[in-house]
C-alpha cells in the first residue's frame, strides 16, 4: 500500500507522463499467448448513437432492435441518460427486455452517468450517491443485464479521494452483488484513467463483483471523461496499451472507441491491431463493445466502420 500511494502522490494520481513500467499486479498469466478468446463477440453501445437519440432520430426504446436491424450486432449496452424518466418504472424495463429478447438481442449493461460522484469526500453526499445508483442497478437487472458501468469521479487529496472511492464503491458494489449485478470501473479520464490508482481501488475493495470496462480511448490524464482524440487537445495521456493490461484480469466487457479512419479503413488515433491482439491473447472471453465517437462520418458509417475493423483484426490475429 505505501508504495502505491507514493508512486500515485508522486505523479499527482497519474496528472503527468507516465514512464514508469508497468509492474506485475496480478498472480495468473493473464496475457498468456495459450489462453486466448473462444470466439469474437461485438456488442453496441448506444453512445455510438447519441447524436440521433438526443436529436429525436432514434427512438431510445427502439435501440436494441435497431442495433440487430442496422447493423447485425445481436447484443447492446445502454445509457441511463436516455432513460432517466423511465428510471424506476419496473413495466418499462420488462417491455424493454421483452422486446430484445423477440429479436434475438443480449442485453449486457447499463452505463450509469450524471449522478453523485461516488467519491465525493462528504460521507453524506457519498451515500446519496450509492443510493442514487440503486435504480440503474434495478433497471440492468430487469433487462436481463450484467453489469452496471459506474464512474469514480471525486476531489480531495490522493489518500482522501483512494480512501473515498474504496467507500462508496465498497458498499455499492456490496448492494449489486445481492441482485447478481457487477459495478464495472471504466477510464475516464483524470485519476480514473490512471490504471495503477484504479486497480489499487479495487484490490481494496476486494469484491468480485467490482470489475472493470476498459476502453480503448479515454485515457486522458488532465481531463473529466478523458477523450484522447486529439481534436480534444489533451495534453498528458496513460498509456493505453498498458491501462488496457493493467484492466483486463477484472473486465467485464471492453469498449472499442474509434475516431477516425483512414483511407484502409484503419483507425487513425488507436492501435486496433496492438490492442485487439492483448485481449485476444488474454482471459477475457466478453463482448467487445464498438463506441464510435466520432465527428467525421455519420454515426451509422462510423459503427460499420469500427464494426468491419475489428473484425478484420481479430481474423487477422493468430
Request: glycine letters at 8%; hydrophobic letters at 40%; a negative charge.
Amino acid at each position: 500500500m505505501g508504495s502505491r500511494r507514493k508512486f500515485i502522490k508522486n505523479t499527482g494520481l497519474g496528472l503527468a507522463a507516465m514512464t514508469v513500467p508497468t509492474p506485475l499486479l496480478f498472480a495468473k498469466t493473464h496475457l498468456s499467448n495459450t489462453l486466448k478468446m473462444s470466439e469474437l463477440k461485438i456488442s453496441l453501445a448506444q453512445w455510438s448513437l447519441h447524436r440521433a437519440l438526443e436529436k429525436g432520430d432514434l427512438k431510445a426504446i427502439d435501440f436494441a432492435i435497431d442495433a440487430k436491424e442496422s447493423y447485425g450486432i445481436n447484443a447492446v449496452e445502454y445509457v441511463n441518460q436516455f432513460y432517466t424518466a423511465q428510471a424506476a418504472d419496473e413495466s418499462f424495463w420488462n417491455h424493454m427486455a421483452r422486446k430484445a429478447a423477440d429479436h434475438g438481442v443480449e442485453n449486457l449493461l447499463m452505463m450509469v452517468d450524471e449522478e453523485i460522484q461516488l467519491g465525493d469526500l462528504d460521507p453524506r453526499k457519498r451515500t446519496e450517491s450509492v443510493k442514487a445508483h440503486y435504480k440503474w442497478i434495478h433497471a440492468a437487472k430487469l433487462l436481463g443485464c450484467h453489469s452496471i458501468r459506474v464512474n469514480a469521479f471525486g476531489k480531495g487529496s490522493p489518500d482522501d479521494l483512494e480512501a473515498s472511492l474504496v467507500d462508496g464503491l465498497g458498499r455499492l458494489t456490496e448492494y449489486a452483488a445481492k441482485e447478481n449485478i457487477h459495478v464495472l470501473l471504466e477510464n475516464h479520464g483524470l485519476h480514473t484513467s490512471n490504471a495503477h490508482f484504479m486497480v489499487g481501488i479495487i484490490q481494496q475493495v476486494d469484491n468480485p463483483f467490482l470489475g472493470t470496462l476498459p476502453d480503448f480511448g479515454n485515457w486522458c490524464l488532465n481531463s473529466e471523461w478523458g477523450s484522447t482524440d486529439p481534436e480534444k487537445k489533451c495534453t498528458n495521456n496513460f498509456d493505453p496499451i498498458e491501462g488496457l493490461k493493467i484492466f483486463l484480469p477484472y473486465a467485464k466487457g471492453v469498449s472499442a472507441k474509434s475516431y477516425a479512419f483512414d483511407s484502409e479503413g484503419n483507425e487513425t488515433q488507436l492501435n486496433f491491431f496492438r490492442l485487439l491482439k492483448i485481449v485476444k491473447n488474454s482471459e477475457f472471453n466478453g463482448h467487445i463493445g464498438i463506441e464510435f465517437e466520432g465527428e467525421h462520418l455519420s454515426e451509422p458509417e462510423g459503427i460499420k466502420a469500427t464494426k468491419k475493423l475489428i473484425e478484420k483484426v481479430w481474423n487477422s490475429l493468430k
